[in-house]
């Protein structure tokens, strides 16, 4: 048995950073995107007489949501149970969310709301998204540079 092979063996399994990566996308991460699509809708509701772009704004944003929410608690699973292309498949939902927190940026602009009233109403802002954006890159560099990740899904897809 070679070095890599110990180290390999050592490291192999669902624990750790990755088990928590898991946890985060099958349950920390819908509940908090879900309960936020929630108390924002709330929040809203009282002005979509008054920001006709607003209604459109939440649709937008709840099947985006949603979508977003089914894919990650996909990815988790995937990682938990050890399936094919689990990894790649982590990787394009956290780039996917990446994306998403850019564009939700500029999205009341996009709908005709102005950025300053949809912020004062939900509390959204920009350092809001750059911390998700962060969070997000945090977890796509684990995925890419880990040990564990290397040794449980293999090189094939630790490069992926």
């Not at 969310?97 to 004062?120: H, R, T």
Request: net charge positive.
């Amino acid at each position: 048995m070679n070095t890599f092979n110990a180290i390999d063996s050592r490291y192999k399994g669902v624990k750790g950073w990755l088990l928590l990566l898991c946890v985060n996308l099958m349950i920390l991460d819908p509940c908090s995107i879900l309960f936020s699509l929630f108390v924002v809708t709330n929040a809203t509701k009282p002005h979509f007489d008054q920001y006709p772009g607003l209604l459109k704004l939440m649709f937008i944003n709840g099947a985006c949501s949603i979508g977003l929410t089914v894919f990650s608690i996909y990815a988790g699973i995937s990682l938990l149970k050890i399936l094919p292309n689990a990894v790649k498949t982590a990787k394009k939902y956290l780039s996917t969310a990446f994306m998403y927190s850019i564009i939700s940026i500029f999205l009341p602009a996009l709908v005709g709301l102005p950025e300053k009233a949809y912020n004062d109403i939900t509390g959204n802002t920009l350092f809001n998204s750059l911390i998700t954006m962060l969070y997000l890159a945090l977890w796509y560099q684990y995925l890419k540079k880990s040990r564990r990740v290397m040794a449980t899904y293999g090189e094939v897809q630790y490069e992926a």
